[in-house]
């Protein structure tokens, strides 16, 4: 092997034989950190060289224009975009490479020899990539979980016990049990190993002498040991089917959980607290209960546990590596667990249960499935800011598709149609070393108040939105939590129709309201019309009743007049005259008038008397005014109180045969301030007759009250002897 100074420029043409592939590197541009080689040979493939090895990387498929190393990754601009080759922290043994496959245990010696436990080929230990020697005792079959005694001894689990080898001597001894040991650990308080023999628990001692402690069968199940994990007093027992446990001061066992959850590997940290990796994921010992950690970051079947130096919990499941920062994870801190995955330089295949293995430096040795993968914790990638989620694309469209707008992500403020309310968005975090961790939120306001998840996902369907302001928030992160991750926002606005808009809804409402205000007005304009109609009717009605002067009443009127004169009894006549025509002057006087004050309705009434008087009547007026009623200043209708002195005159004082008749007006306020007039008399009253005759007057004179106010009415009542009839007249 021959190795080249990568400060020598320029390099000449190098050859590299081996295997009859011929590595030729000549007028290629290539790029090369100290002690290594990056190659790139005519046909586009990429090759490794360094001071122990020739390795194709892989064949690239493109033109090549430019390789630039920055660590810890070479970077490599090509005609079919940009590639990264890298996987610092991370060493790969390859069968390609003279390794052993079907690889179950590693453990690396004291010097820098390999110690290989495969599943079928025995114990092969390696130096470099040449093996040295090897251990093979049919049929033993070696399983996961190796680890380094309290000497110079490796202990290897098999399917017929345990494999001791002396590292000093390379001499090999077998501890033979009754069931195959699927893991081992080892109590350095009392100084023994502990094996998992199936289901039973068996100690063996510095001598290498076995014992067993526990069956499981006897605490009532037949599950297997896959897990141990010492503490102090007691061990706890990883099963196939939940979790157990046993006290070495008391001898006793007992199961502490049965379910369906496999426990695969067992830790405790520096705080106390057991980690337990499960079929369901990444758990934690809370009393004697598994509770799940991160569930929705950690999801897998994790299969083996292990605490770096720098105290960072690192999970090994089926397709990923995990890594938990205990420190920042106790403290209560966000950000504490990252995914490694083939960006990152892990890229394996599945490892077995209990199978990582932290050596005197710190570095963990993983067997899977493909390979041995050498891990060094100080040297694996790490974030060096939080990932910024940026919107790159979006268009929006209609409900039927016929309609698309691109969204221009670049302006402030986006305003799409009304009908354009369905949206398509498009985003991306750059992320370099952990892209497949990459998980995104997103919120929209109004509307939502938690945040959602995406998942993995990089576009957003917003559909069926209402016209109004929006702003979408979109956050991403690698780690198990969103805290503290810087949000990306965008703000657009969906119009409303233009029958949502301000400007229309106000036409709207304005051309609603001249409705509603011209039907009323109708309406109002046609009973106005029908009350005034109705009025005239009732006016005209009292006008009528007005001059319905008893023609038989003008005659004796005159013929009184006349006689009078006859008789020489001239001041009789002329007085009976003047009051005559002063009743005529103000029977003309009302009919002329819609009202009519107090005193002159009462001055009518007088008038009306006398003449009653100065015939053949013989009664007294009497009219009470309280000391509040101005009559002069109060206006009434016409001929309201007149009817109903000339009803009591005609149907009750004129009928009278031994009394005097008295006919009695009050005037008075009540206490609503409405005017109260009574009209009472001492005569006989209506008879049945004659009150069917009066009832149209009186009818006439409840539908002009009416009109006055609805608060207005009158009251008949009988008296013995006489009649009252009662006028309340509200004028507001």
């Known amino acids: 092997m021959i190795q080249y100074e990568t400060s020598r420029t320029p390099f000449k043409k190098l050859a590299y034989h081996k295997n009859n592939i011929k590595f030729d590197i000549a007028n290629q541009f290539f790029s090369a950190k100290f002690g290594e080689l990056l190659g790139f040979n005519s046909e586009s493939e990429i090759w490794l060289v360094d001071t122990n090895r020739v390795k194709k990387l892989f064949t690239l498929g493109a033109i090549i224009h430019r390789v630039q190393y920055h660590d810890p990754a070479y970077w490599i601009g090509s005609d079919n975009g940009l590639w990264k080759i890298g996987n610092a922290g991370f060493e790969y043994y390859q069968p390609e490479d003279g ?37 093979y005792f049919f049929p033993v079959m070696y399983y996961n979980g190796a680890l380094s005694g309290f000497n110079t001894d490796l202990l290897f689990p098999n399917n017929r016990g345990v494999t001791i080898v002396d590292t000093i001597s390379n001499s090999y001894q077998e501890i033979s049990l009754s069931q195959p040991v699927l893991t081992l650990s080892r109590d350095e308080r009392n100084k023994i190993i502990l094996a998992g023999s199936m289901n039973s628990l068996v100690a063996i001692d510095t001598n290498y002498q076995s014992q067993v402690l526990l069956d499981i069968p006897t605490l009532g199940v037949n599950y297997t040991i896959l897990a141990i994990e010492p503490r102090v007093g ?9 979790l157990a446990e046993y006290n070495y001061q008391t001898g006793q066992g007992r199961l502490l959980m049965r379910s369906n959850v496999r426990v695969s590997d067992l830790i405790t940290d520096s705080t106390g607290t057991i980690w337990a990796g499960t079929s369901l994921g990444l758990m934690k010992l809370v009393g004697d209960s598994l509770e799940p950690v991160f569930p929705d970051f950690v999801s897998e079947d994790v299969l083996t546990l292990e605490i770096s130096n720098d105290n960072r919990l690192f999970i090994v499941s089926t397709n990923s590596l995990y890594t938990l920062d205990l420190n920042r994870y106790h403290s209560g801190q966000p950000q504490c667990m990252l995914a490694y995955n083939e960006s990152a330089g892990y890229n394996t ?5 209990n199978a990582l293995y932290k050596d005197e430096q710190g570095i963990f040795w993983l067997p899977t499935t493909d390979n041995v993968v050498k891990i060094d914790p100080k040297l694996i990638a790490v974030p060096r800011h939080l990932p910024v989620a940026v919107f790159v694309k979006g268009n929006a469209s209609n409900s039927k598709l016929t309609v698309n707008h691109s969204i221009l992500l670049n302006n402030k403020k986006i ?3 009304w009908q ?9 975090a750059v992320e370099l070393d952990f892209p497949e961790s990459l998980r995104f939120q997103y919120k929209l306001e109004p509307g939502m108040i938690d945040w959602r998840k995406l998942n993995d996902e990089t576009d957003l369907n917003l559909n069926n939105l209402r016209p109004g302001n929006y702003a979408l928030y979109v956050r991403a992160t690698i780690s198990e939590s969103f805290d503290g991750a810087p949000e990306s926002k965008l703000l657009f606005s969906i119009a409303p129709p233009f029958w949502f808009t301000w400007w229309f809804i106000g036409i709207c409402i304005l051309i609603a309201f001249l409705i509603i205000w011209f039907i009323v007005l109708y309406f109002i304009r046609r009973e106005r019309k029908k009350a005034l109609h109705h009025a005239e009717i009732l006016r005209l009605k009292s006008l009528a009743m007005g001059i319905q002067i008893d023609n038989h009443f003008l005659v004796n009127c005159i013929a009184k007049i006349a006689l009078l004169n006859q008789e020489g009894k001239t001041e009789a006549a002329t007085d009976y005259s003047n009051n005559f025509i002063r009743f005529l002057q103000s029977n003309l006087h009302s009919l002329r008038s819609e009202l009519v004050t107090l005193a002159d309705e009462l001055e009518m009434i007088k008038s009306y008397a006398k003449i009653e008087q100065l015939g053949s009547v013989h009664f007294d007026l009497n009219i009470k005014i309280d000391t509040d009623i101005e009559p002069d200043k109060i206006t009434i209708p016409p001929f309201l109180v007149q009817p109903l002195v000339e009803n009591s005159i005609r149907h009750g004082i004129k009928k009278l045969k031994n009394l005097h008749g008295l006919i009695e007006i009050r005037v008075s306020r009540k206490k609503s301030g409405c005017l109260l007039i009574g009209v009472t008399d001492n005569g006989i009253g ?3 007759e004659e009150s069917a005759g009066n009832h149209i007057g009186m009818k006439i004179i409840k539908e002009r009250l009416m009109l006055i106010g609805k608060e207005s009415e009158i009251i008949i009542t009988p008296l013995e002897p006489g009649f009252m009839v009662e006028l309340i007249i509200c004028i507001h």
């Open 99 to 135: 390794f052993p496959t079907n690889v179950w245990s590693v453990i690396p010696g004291k010097t820098d020899k390999l110690w290989f436990a495969t599943f079928t080929k025995g114990i092969q230990r390696y130096s470099g990539s040449q093996i040295v020697s090897s251990y």
């Open 234 to 242: 007691n061990y706890l027992l990883g099963l196939g089917r939940g």
């Open 349 to 353: 295949g599945e490892p077995g249960q």
């Open 415 to 417: 305003v799409l149609p």
């Open 420 to 428: 354009v309310n369905n949206l398509h968005l498009e985003f991306e």
């Open 686 to 688: 209506l008879s049945h």
